[in-house]
């Protein structure tokens, strides 16, 4: 049991090295050597876990679908938004899935998953939007693919843009204001005054 743990630990180590190389200098750039030498571990242990800098990276793109938890709430377009706020919360404090967001959005040798990282949240996102639809909250006529699509590349766009700006650290605020526009034109009127657009309380206060 020590030495298993010991194992998740060494593992771990290694992807939030990795985590930090990549979300710094990008895969291409990024070596083996480097992420080396910020866990401290052998290149034998690196090897046992990971056999190439690919199978590193890898691991960490499937890190995106891990935190894609879909939130339970009674309202689903509050589900939706709280998706995306615990989300961004996660990339101003995890390096592994900062990594994760930009593998996804850079153009690399990577071998393209079975599953992207876009494809993965268009997944959780139009799942909520359809349980929206049956509990009336969305508009008629709203198609939920179409919304879906947008909800998603906002976001990539918001948080390349916060991580320009502010390294992410206006990133809750920056989704937000994208909510308050989005809104009206997918939310019947007596959802959108239900709505809360900062972090939930037990997410706040973590």
């Given at each position: 049991m020590a030495q298993q743990e010991r194992?998740?630990?060494?593992?771990?180590?290694?992807?939030?090295?990795?985590?930090?190389?990549?979300?710094?200098c990008g895969y291409e750039a990024a070596s083996t050597n480097e992420i080396l030498s910020r866990t401290g571990l052998t290149r034998g242990?690196?090897?046992h876990h990971f056999p190439s800098k690919e199978a590193i990276a890898m691991a960490l793109v499937e890190a995106h679908g891990q935190a894609l938890q879909l939130p339970?709430?009674?309202?689903?377009?509050?589900?939706?938004?709280?998706?995306?706020l615990g989300f961004a919360q996660q990339l101003q404090?995890?390096?592994?899935?900062?990594?994760?967001?930009?593998?996804?959005?850079?153009?690399?040798?990577?071998?393209?998953?079975?599953?992207?990282?876009?494809?993965?949240?268009?997944?959780a996102a139009v799942e909520l939007l359809r349980q929206g639809v049956e509990q009336g909250e969305i508009l008629?006529?709203?198609d939920i693919e179409e919304a879906a699509a947008t909800?998603?590349?906002?976001?990539?766009?918001?948080?390349?843009?916060s991580k320009a700006y502010t390294g992410r650290a206006d990133l809750l605020e920056r989704l937000a204001a994208f909510w308050r526009f989005m809104l009206p034109g997918l939310?019947?009127?007596g959802v959108i005054g239900r709505l809360r657009l900062e972090l939930p309380p037990e997410l706040a206060e973590a």
């Open positions: 194992g998740k630990r060494s593992r771990r180590s290694i992807l939030e090295a990795a985590a930090q190389v990549f979300d710094e242990s690196l090897y339970d709430r009674p309202v689903k377009l509050q589900a939706v938004i709280d998706l995306t404090r995890d390096p592994v899935l900062r990594a994760s967001a930009r593998l996804a959005i850079e153009q690399t040798s990577l071998p393209c998953p079975p599953e992207t990282a876009y494809e993965q949240s268009m997944t008629p006529g709203v909800i998603v590349g906002s976001f990539a766009g918001l948080q390349t843009m939310a019947t009127p």
